[in-house]
């Protein structure tokens, strides 16, 4: 066997019982590939498919070029998702909706900051909860939720710096320093890449001043996969990285704020990085990812976008700042790869590697420089929505599936593999069906955000009909279209596969005047949609078969490649 396989076309009884736990149906379709179809008959000889995920945090979809050790070893021998969405692209919200497998209109968890935040999520039934009941020793190793450590527990009420949440047999989580340990802990936090201060299962653990946050996690989860192996029972690992998310301390080569050209200050934030890794990409890397390759403007016009996201262009100076942003986060990047690297290592020295379901992903996109956003997320623009999704493992063929997945989808794909319940209404459909072929676009995404001074609660403003929480913004994205409307009473209509980066909303033009209806009707049913709900399937005229799917996803990306230079 080749020692860099993840053992994806071998058949072994572990691959029959990962394979029968997922359900995966008999529908006699010529595609399917044989040794899924051959696992039906082997059942329960062995113990369910061990569960690894990597959350990154804020990588975009095409941040994948920066990770190697990732496609040799995952990418290539699993399959890569193309149509891969956060729905609410924010750190809190997008976490919230992976650990409950609900959409943020369900969860109620709408910002990062109190009052939403960590304060606002009943963690007592989550995945974790749900993998626990089925029979999986779990590991949390990582960045929890925003302000995790300083709020309080909405499950218990109980002060966060030394909770635990249910579900987990092993944590490891990075916390935020609460104002009354201040002068117990100077310094050190979440945010601090050289300095990460950890609650341990229930213990504070602040030994790691001077080592690099990525290489701790990487070796925290290395430790609980050698601690679970050798056993019959299986385990879910659940490695939640801040790379390349922006964290101190400040460095030499940092991008300092700069006055936009209208004035107002703008702070460009950066991840800190181990100096082994910086210039890496330097001779990679002549642009930010976010402007276009021929070097013309960010976009030429920003009159169809709502008020506030109307900034003017970026001069040369934060030109050259997005391009050292993109590198610096290029860097962060490329050393969560070789985490990855070793983690898969780890699986394969303890004999775990044939019977585990590794699956790599990031919490949000992020914008640098697309419709002249500096930086950041929120908006529901494709670099800010778009995630990169990889999943390799027992019975899983090698290739590319463009079928939509979003967020809540993984956590009920994980909790198919592994046989349990979800902890709540699930928002979310299992992935496992399009592990053997493609199935079509048959239902939407449904998009959110809020503004980000929002802490209003519903009815704190005379508003939209439709908006009666604390979304500011909510969308809907088909194979072709997406219709997002603002509280401010702007609506956006892009025809995805004319203009596949969303330069020109052609929601007042009279040739889109139906589409704009049916969407608006689709918007009305799915805004606050529930359940089963979610998944209803589209009216034909906006559906997708698999094949229509396809050329439509490619003439998008080939439309990005063409602007950009690089493929989502």
Not at 134 to 146: H, I, Q, S
Request: glycine share 8%.
């Amino acid at each position: 066997m080749n020692t860099r396989s993840l053992a994806i076309v071998v058949l072994t009884a572990a691959v029959a019982a990962s394979l029968a736990l997922m359900g995966l149906r008999e529908s006699g379709a010529s595609g399917n590939p044989p040794h899924i179809r051959a696992a039906a008959a082997k059942t329960d000889t062995v113990k369910k498919p061990n569960i690894v995920v990597v959350m990154a945090d804020d990588m975009r979809a095409d941040d994948l070029r920066f990770m190697p050790s990732l496609q040799r070893l995952v990418t290539d021998e699993g399959l890569k998702f193309r149509n891969s969405f956060s729905p609410y692209p924010l750190c809190c919200p997008s976490r919230a909706s992976f650990l409950s497998g609900q959409y943020a209109h369900n969860h109620k968890v709408f910002n990062n900051d109190a009052p939403f935040g960590f304060g606002s999520f009943d963690d007592s039934a989550t995945v974790a909860t749900s993998l626990h009941d089925a029979g999986y020793r779990t590991g949390f190793v990582g960045k929890y939720l925003n302000n995790y450590g300083i709020d309080r527990s909405l499950a218990t009420g109980e002060r966060s710096w030394h909770y635990v949440p249910a579900g987990w047999t092993d944590w490891y989580a990075a916390v935020q320093r609460p104002p009354r340990l201040h002068d117990k802990y100077p310094s050190g936090g979440a945010y601090n890449y050289f300095h990460t201060i950890f609650n341990v299962n229930g213990k504070t653990d602040d030994t790691h001043k001077g080592e690099y946050q990525t290489d701790v996690l990487g070796g925290f989860s290395r430790d609980l996969v050698t601690k679970y192996s050798g056993t019959d029972q299986p385990f879910f690992l659940y490695l939640s990285a801040l790379a390349p998310h922006y964290g101190g301390p400040h460095e030499p080569d940092d991008v300092d704020s700069v006055l936009r050209p209208d004035g107002q200050e703008f702070e460009f934030e950066t991840p800190a990085r181990p100096d082994w890794v910086k210039g890496h990409f330097d001779k990679e890397i002549r642009r930010g990812a976010g402007l276009p390759a021929d070097g013309g403007a960010s976009e030429d016009d920003v009159s169809d976008k709502p008020e506030a996201f109307r900034n003017p262009e970026l001069d040369q100076d934060e030109r050259r700042i997005a391009t050292e942003m993109t590198r610096q986060r290029a860097e962060s990047i490329a050393v969560l790869d070789t985490h990855v690297r070793r983690l898969v290592q780890t699986l394969r020295e303890q004999d775990e590697l044939d019977q585990t379901v590794f699956i790599f992903t990031s919490d949000n996109g992020y914008f640098l420089g697309e419709h002249r956003f500096r930086s950041g997320k929120r908006k529901a623009y494709e670099p800010s929505i778009r995630v990169p999704l990889v999943i390799a493992g027992p019975g899983i063929p090698h290739g590319v599936r463009d079928d939509p997945t979003k967020t809540p989808d993984l956590t009920a794909t994980i909790l198919d593999l592994a046989g349990g319940q979800a902890p709540r209404t699930a928002d979310g459909r299992s992935l496992t069906p399009s592990f053997a072929r493609d199935l079509g676009w048959t239902a939407p995404v449904v998009t959110e955000g809020v503004a980000l001074e929002s802490t209003k609660q519903p009815g704190a403003l005379a508003r939209p009909r439709g908006f009666t929480d604390a979304r500011t913004t909510i969308g809907i994205r088909t194979a072709r279209y997406k219709l997002v409307r603002d509280e401010s009473g702007t609506v956006e209509l892009y025809d995805l596969d004319v203009d596949p980066n969303e330069l020109d909303s052609v929601a007042d033009d009279p040739e889109y005047h139906a589409i704009r209806r049916e969407l608006g009707k689709l918007w009305r049913k799915y805004k606050d949609c529930a359940g089963a709900a979610c998944s209803e399937p589209l009216p034909p005229s906006l559906a997708m078969s698999p094949a229509q799917t396809t050329a439509s996803t490619s003439k998008q990306s080939e439309g990005v490649q063409a602007r950009y230079g690089h493929v989502f």
